[in-house]
């Protein structure tokens, strides 16, 4: 691993895995230049989303969030590429579909705030908590 090279966390979300979106979106994280590391279709429980997302345990949405997250199954993922944790998060575009800009993953997949279709780690230390959540050492 080069010295520039960085990991980040993603999940192709229920929303879109549900729509049959999830070929498109994986074309998408190949064409923009990272390295799928690791790679799982997964099935969250309502206890293992509230464990994910339990930084956002006081916030209003907060069950809805994670009743959505746990409603189907997700595509969990460990992207590698220089910067990657900026550069995934440039790729969803923002939180919100409909503020996303043209070309932006959440703008073509998502349809709305919460049912935007992919999530990204937003910081090194998130991305860390993250990606072992839910890979083992040895797979990444
Ligand atoms: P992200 O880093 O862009 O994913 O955004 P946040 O960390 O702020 O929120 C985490 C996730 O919660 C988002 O990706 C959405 O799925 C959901 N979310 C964020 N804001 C709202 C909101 O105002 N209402 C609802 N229902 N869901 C939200």
Redesign the pocket.
């Known amino acids: 691993m080069s010295q520039t090279t960085e990991r980040t966390f993603a999940i192709i979300k229920p929303d879109a895995v549900a729509a049959g979106c999830t070929g498109r979106i994986l074309a998408r994280i190949e064409q923009e230049g990272f390295r799928i590391r690791a790679m799982r279709q997964t099935h969250l429980s309502k206890r293992e989303a509230e464990g994910f997302y339990a930084v956002?345990r006081e916030r209003p949405?907060f069950d809805?969030?994670t009743d959505f997250m746990s409603s189907g199954p997700c595509v969990v993922l460990a992207l590698e590429a220089p910067d990657a944790i900026r550069k995934w998060r440039d790729l969803m575009g923002a939180?919100d579909p409909a503020r996303a800009a043209e070309g932006t993953l959440r703008k073509e997949f998502g349809s709305s705030?919460?049912r935007?279709a992919t999530?990204g780690s937003?910081a090194p230390e998130t991305a860390a908590f993250e990606l072992a959540y839910f890979f083992r050492g040895m797979e990444l």
């Open positions: 956002h949405f809805s969030l939180t705030i919460e935007n999530h937003d």
